[in-house]
């Protein structure tokens, strides 16, 4: 992945390997930028793996633990593959977004207590008609705080795939794995020859890109660096060279 190793990402080129490189049509649909796509590469393949690991189908209930970048197009591929989507967040405009994009149910953690979310998320299965235990929860969210919410949410049979991920210490009773039989599996990021998959369902239109990105010009990034660090930017930044930011972000609005 440019950017974790020596060659960097913050350049007007960089040398990848070939086997990283997905083929993308000369033609994009309407409302999509080769720039926009490059949120392909991490953040929307590393929940699409998640979710691929998961086996998830038409059959389960999806619950998403953040509903941001990573979480909120981990909300939309869990829709496009037929699931019963959940979204749990403490921001409400995320929440309003993933209802928009795919979740059938938003639950607010930070003004619901862990029992009630719970039992909210339970209610909801049974009456989706999916299978009421054996929960597919993903964490998305990278926090203390929705990393307890998650390994809380699991059920008999239940499974957790951890994708968000946060530095600091989370304190979990990881006897409830044994207790219910339950699993937990973390991804970083995805095997590029998942690309083409999860790219096919943005070519078609089953996950949008264009209310969960930025696109700034590379030459504003020492500001947005600033503004990341501050929590003043709510998308996922694209950087694009010579002034194609606001071209791109031109193409976002359309």
Not at 212 to 239: D, G, M, N, S, T
Request: hydrophobic share 45%; proline share 7%.
């Amino acid at each position: 992945m440019p950017g974790n190793d020596g060659d960097g990402g913050f350049a007007t080129h960089v040398l990848v390997p070939s086997r990283g490189l997905c083929p993308v049509p000369e033609k994009l649909p309407s409302g999509l930028s080769l720039a926009m796509l490059s949120v392909v590469a991490d953040a929307v393949t590393t929940p699409y793996e998640a979710i691929r690991r998961a086996r998830l189908g038409p059959e389960d209930v999806a619950v998403f633990v953040g509903a941001g970048g990573v979480g909120g197009f981990g909300v939309q591929i869990a829709a496009a593959l037929g699931a019963a989507v959940v979204a749990i967040d403490i921001d409400r405009d995320r929440l309003d977004l993933a209802a928009q994009h795919g979740a059938s149910l938003v639950l607010d953690a930070g003004s619901t207590d862990p029992k009630a979310l719970k039992a909210a998320v339970r209610s909801f299965a049974k009456e989706s008609g999916r299978r009421g235990i054996g929960l597919k929860i993903f964490e998305t969210s990278g926090t203390p705080a929705g990393q307890a919410t998650a390994f809380g949410l699991l059920d008999h049979g239940g499974y957790l795939g951890v994708v968000g991920f946060t530095s600091k210490p989370v304190e979990l009773r990881l006897s409830n794995l044994m207790a219910f039989d339950a699993t937990a599996q973390g991804n970083w990021g995805c095997p590029p020859d998942q690309y083409p998959a999860a790219l096919a369902l943005v070519l078609e239109g089953k996950i949008a890109l264009g209310p969960y990105v930025e696109p700034h010009a590379l030459e504003e990034a020492p500001a947005i660096f600033e503004a990341v660090a501050k929590h003043a930017i709510r998308r996922r930044v694209i950087l694009t060279p010579h002034n194609d930011g606001r071209a791109a972000n031109e193409e976002a609005r359309r």
